[in-house]
């Protein structure tokens, strides 16, 4: 257990559906990110937030769309999403967004696009 | 821009040491990490090293650095079936953010 929970951990969605993905940390960190795990692929880093302000947009398609009410939660919305999006998404959290090198991850949600 | 390579699979026997390679490209990084994503889970931060060494040695782990050739490896001595996983090198690049590889899966035949 590493202090962070994602869920759900699988899902399985349509092109035309509207879902999302929730993290929470328990590390009392300020800083939380979304990452983007595709086979044979570099892990993506998605976003940023650092004490609930979006520091970090790494060119994501608005089909993403990230909203973090607290530091302690983030969530993933996902709408019209294409089958290449399939992958695990892990959610990570740090201390402050500056000290990103000790991340703790989640354990992801597997997700698949239909 | 920054790059890190890593190859995609690696398989051993139970007891054999296992060495993970990995390139990277940006010569700035203050410190090279590596993490181990066990099946149905998030990354774990294994071990890393400061720029400024060429060995770190942790019990059955031994990372080394070739600064010059920008080149990082992970030994794992008497490797165990429980360290099947997939090892991620990571670097913290120019802009202070970590840049992964895409993980090698080590697989371990008993």
């Known amino acids: 257990e590493t202090g962070v929970t994602q869920t759900p951990r699988h899902l399985v969605m349509g092109m035309t559906n509207k879902k999302s993905l929730k993290c929470e940390q328990h590390l009392g960190h300020n800083a939380m990110y979304w990452y983007k795990q595709s086979a044979k692929k570099p892990l993506e880093l998605m976003f940023v937030?650092?004490?609930?302000?979006?520091?970090e947009n790494n060119s994501v398609p608005s089909r993403f769309s990230p909203e973090c009410p607290n530091s302690s939660h983030l969530f993933l919305h996902l709408h019209t999403l294409q089958p290449e999006d399939s992958a695990l998404y892990l959610c990570?959290?740090?201390?402050?967004?500056?000290?990103?090198?000790?991340?703790?991850f989640g354990s992801g949600t597997q997700l698949s696009v239909l | 821009g920054e790059d890190v390579e890593q190859s995609l699979f690696l398989s051993v026997r139970e007891g054999d040491s296992s060495v993970i390679n990995c390139t990277y490209t940006d010569s700035s990084s203050t410190y090279l990490y590596w993490y181990k994503q066990e099946p149905g889970a998030g990354l774990q931060l294994l071990t890393y090293?400061?720029?400024?060494?060429d060995m770190k040695q942790d019990q059955r782990l031994t990372v080394l650095l070739n600064k010059k050739d920008k080149h990082l490896s992970l030994r794992i001595a008497d490797t165990q079936t429980g360290d099947s996983a997939i090892y991620f090198c990571?670097?913290?690049?120019?802009?202070?953010?970590?840049?992964f590889g895409t993980g090698t899966l080590l697989a371990v035949q008993p």
């Open positions: 090293i400061f720029s400024n060494m």
């Open positions: 990571a670097e913290s690049g120019a802009t202070n953010k970590l840049i």
């Open positions: 937030y650092n004490f609930k302000e979006q520091t």
């Open positions: 990570a959290s740090s201390q402050d967004w500056q000290d990103n090198e000790k991340l703790f």
